[in-house]
T-cell receptor, first 112, second 115 residues
Framework: GDSVTQMEGPVTLSEEAFLTINCTYT??????LFWYVQYPGEGLQLLLK?????DKGSNKGFEATYRKETTSFHLEKGSVQVSDSAVYFC???????????FGGGTRVLVKP | DAGVIQSPRHEVTEMGQEVTLRCKPI?????LFWYRQTMMRGLELLIY????????DSGMPEDRFSAKMPNASFSTLKIQPSEPRDSAVYFC?????????????FGSGTQLSVL
């Protein structure tokens, strides 16, 4: 079946550091890929997405590129802020599907 | 739009009691999802509806759990009887599947504690 694997956290960084969260997936066909973010005490919200190979999703300084050859969708941000402290979830959905498959989530803590 | 609205925000109950969680999806959305989040098991999809019809309930843990969607603007998740292992945060999410598959809007969740 489909699956998403993320690096385990927590990831602890200093403000203005570079952030990378690894995400790899297993799926047949050509899924769409997503990153969701969950701030403390809130529900998840969509951060960015990519629908086909080599697409780059970007939002709020975060970027991720759909790499079909390595089945990866790593999340990056060049300079993190304390406000980026959250749990980040990688997810996929199959074409014509309606059910997201989520990774286990990666907690990020940014210290001032 | 007010977003996905869940109630109650917090629920504390005793083992054996019935618990009902409520959700109002975003107006116009045609898909609704119930998720459960725990430290041990992460985020689990319990059930989802399309156009008020349950499509996949394979994630519902056992017969103690039931979900309904009587109309496009309301859904409930019921646990009867509740057990301590049901303690978790329960999220409702909605989407317009045909237009933007995978783009879910989540509510703020219900923190359930079963003593």
């Amino acid at each position: 079946g489909d699956s998403v694997t993320q690096m385990e956290g927590p990831v602890t960084l200093s403000e203005e550091a570079f952030l990378t969260i690894n995400c790899t997936y297993t799926a047949t066909g050509y899924p769409s890929l997503f990153w969701y973010v969950q701030y403390p005490g809130e529900g998840l919200q969509l951060l960015l997405k990519a629908t086909k190979a080599d697409d780059k999703g970007s939002n709020k300084g975060f970027e991720a590129t759909y790499r079909k050859e390595t089945t990866s969708f790593h999340l990056e941000k060049g300079s993190v802020q304390v406000s980026d402290s959250a749990v980040y979830f990688c997810a996929l959905i199959k074409a014509a599907g309606n059910k997201l498959t989520f990774g286990g989530g990666t907690r990020v803590l940014v210290k001032p | 739009d007010a977003g996905v609205i869940q109630s109650p925000r917090h629920e504390v109950t005793e083992m054996g009691q019935e618990v009902t969680l409520r959700c109002k999806p975003i107006s116009g959305h045609n898909s609704l999802f119930w998720y459960r989040q725990t430290m041990m098991r992460g985020l689990e999809l319990l059930i989802y509806f399309n156009n008020n019809v349950p499509i996949d309930d394979s994630g519902m843990p056992e017969d103690r759990f039931s979900a309904k969607m009587p109309n496009a603007s309301f859904s409930t998740l019921k646990i009867q009887p509740s057990e301590p292992r049901d303690s978790a945060v329960y999220f409702c999410a909605s989407s317009w599947a045909a237009r933007d598959s995978g783009k879910l809007f989540f509510g703020s969740g219900t923190q359930l504690s079963v003593l």
